[in-house]
Every structure is written in C-alpha cells, then in structure tokens.
C-alpha cells in the first residue's frame, strides 16, 4: 500500500479508518444491550396481582384425595354474589347455577326409590343465583327486626348460624319478598326442579358424591357426628357440591316455590302463587331421617331412603316444623 501514490493511499487509510470506527460502534452496542435472546421472556405478573386458582374454587366436591368427594360434573368455576341491604348488612351469600339440562327424578334401579320421582329430562334455561347456607337464624333475624315478622323457636338447640326452622311456606316467601325490597333484586324459593339441578350439581348418582351413602358427609339420624344429639347443626359443616351449595342433603328439609305433585305434572318447573294453599314440594331430607331404607309414613306405602337428590315430599303452606327450612334463589334475567 507504501508503494501506492499519495491519492490511493489516502484513500484507503479513510477507508480503514471508517472500518474501525464501525466495529468500535457495533462492540460497544452489544455490550450495553447483551446478546438477543432466542425466545421473547413471558410476560411479568404485576406485583400483588393473584392468579386464577380452578381447584380451589372446585370446593370440597371436587377433591380427589382419598376420604375426599368425588364430582363427574365438568369442573365448575364457583361464582358468588352478595346483595347489600338497604336496612344495612348483607343478604345470603349466593352461587351462580349455570343453565342447563338434567334427568330430574331417579331410574328403577336406584336403592330406596320411591314411586313419586318419575324419571324425566328438564331444562334450566336461565342462569340463577342460590344461596349457598340455607337461611340462618342470623339472616332470618335481620328481617325479623325490620319486618317485625315473628322469629320462631330454635327449640333451644341454638340460633345463629343453624339454619332456621319452624318457618312455614308463607313465612319463606315473605322473607324473599323483603329480600326483594331490601335490594332491588327479585328473590323467591327455588322451584323443585331448580332445587334438584342445584343440588346434584351435573351428577345422576343417588347422591351429589355418587351412589355409596357416606353418613359422615351429612346430619342425619345416625349420621357422624351428630349420632346422638338428633339436632340441626350450623350450616356448612359438611363438604360442598361442585357448585358450591352446602347441606343440601340432611340437615333440614326445604321449602321450595313449586306445588306438589304426585306424577310430575310440570308444577316442578314453576312457583305457585302466593295465594294458592295447595301442598308445596320440599326437598332434601333432615336430621330426623335415618341414613337406611325406611318407611315413609305407613308400611303400605313402600320404603326409601329419604336423603338422596331424588327424594320429595310436601308439607301445607301454612305448616312450621323443626325439620323445615329454606334456601332462596335470586333471578338474573
């Protein structure tokens, strides 16, 4: 390159010089940036934020371990809600019951069947909301004081969280009507078809958990660990469905908005009205039933077992018993 003339030569030292400075640039970018990664990283969580958690929303029903219930519905996101009442406090904690189709009643070859829970397939067309306790002395005694409705006997077994009983079919609807004005809100009794939807929470087994009775998952007579008191227990004691709902089998009988009838008329599928003294269904067996086959009222009328989903059996509107209770139902549409 010496040998060149002058011009060459000052051209090529420009040249060198400019290779130079380009290398100088690119080493001093990829030492302050670092080499690019092959794969974009995952996004950040922000801190604080919380991520979703399926299997605890799963509740109890959903549980696998050994001892644990078992579900075979498809695993169900549990969705809650909560009124405020415009006399202050809270109205019941309530579950969201998706839409759907089920075979309410039982077959031929379910153990303890009675003749009354004719097989057949009813549609859920809307959405609904549930409470998920039954009704406790505590939310019934809310409205008690402002309704100034009489609060009835616990029987000295303990108010507060025990569900509340000795309330008839008229004292039940006159709680969601409060219900109604205190929110905003239309409250009612869930008819006898929302109830069993609810309650098997997508089975066909004779109960929520499957077709084996486990006396230690409910209160009933007999039943761990309330084999000798014979008493209403405090809700949510026992293990819930995969929607969420407690006791809803033993514990209480409840009321429910439909009229009773014996073949399965489509009365299932609707309330009544207020006014209509007709005998209304009740649903899901109490702590006075025995965890085996038993008569129902006389011999000649056959035998069941009066705690599975399937079971039904009334009461006139106008009867308070220790066995009855209720849970309400919120519309959505």
């Known amino acids: 390159m010496f040998n060149m003339p002058r011009s060459q030569q000052g051209l090529w030292l420009i040249i060198i010089l400019l290779l130079i400075l380009l290398g100088l640039c690119l080493g001093f970018g990829f030492w302050r940036d670092g080499p690019s990664p092959s794969t974009p990283p995952a996004p950040s969580v922000p801190t604080g934020a919380s991520q979703p958690d399926n299997q605890s929303n799963n509740q109890a029903a959903n549980q696998t371990s050994a001892g644990s219930p078992t579900n075979t519905a498809a695993p169900h996101i549990i969705e809650q809600l909560r009124d405020t009442l415009a006399s202050g406090g809270q109205g019941p ?97 869930p008819t006898e078809a929302e109830w069993e939807y609810a309650a098997r929470a997508g089975t066909q087994t004779a109960y929520w958990w499957g077709d084996t009775f486990k006396p ?16 209403p227990l405090p809700v949510g004691q026992f293990p819930a469905n995969a929607f969420g709902l407690y006791d809803v089998l033993g514990n209480v009988w409840e009321w429910t908005c439909s009229n009773y009838s014996e073949t399965y008329d489509g009365s299932e599928t609707r309330c009544s009205e207020a006014a209509d003294e007709s005998n209304k269904a009740i649903r899901g067996g109490s702590y006075q039933n025995r965890p085996v086959v038993t008569p129902r009222f006389t011999p000649q009328e056959g035998e069941r077992h009066a705690l599975r989903c399937a079971v039904r059996d009334y009461f006139y509107p106008d009867d308070r018993n220790d066995i009855l209770g209720f849970r309400v139902v919120r519309t959505l549409q």
């Open 93 to 189: 904690e309530l579950v969201l019951v998706p839409a759907g189709s089920f075979q309410m009643g039982s077959p031929d070859s379910e153990p303890g069947r009675y003749p009354n829970e004719r097989l057949h397939t009813v549609t859920i067309e809307h959405t609904f909301a549930i409470s998920r306790y039954e009704i406790s002395f505590d939310e019934y005694a809310l409205f008690a004081q402002v309704s100034g409705h009489p609060l009835p006997s616990d029987q000295d077994w303990g108010q507060k969280q025990h569900p509340v009983i000795n309330v008839s079919w008229q004292d039940a609807v006159a709680y969601t009507d409060w219900l109604s004005t205190q929110t905003g809100q239309h409250y009612r009794l």
């Open 216 to 231: 230690a998952w409910l209160n009933c007579y007999g039943c761990d660990p309330n084999k000798e008191l014979s008493t």
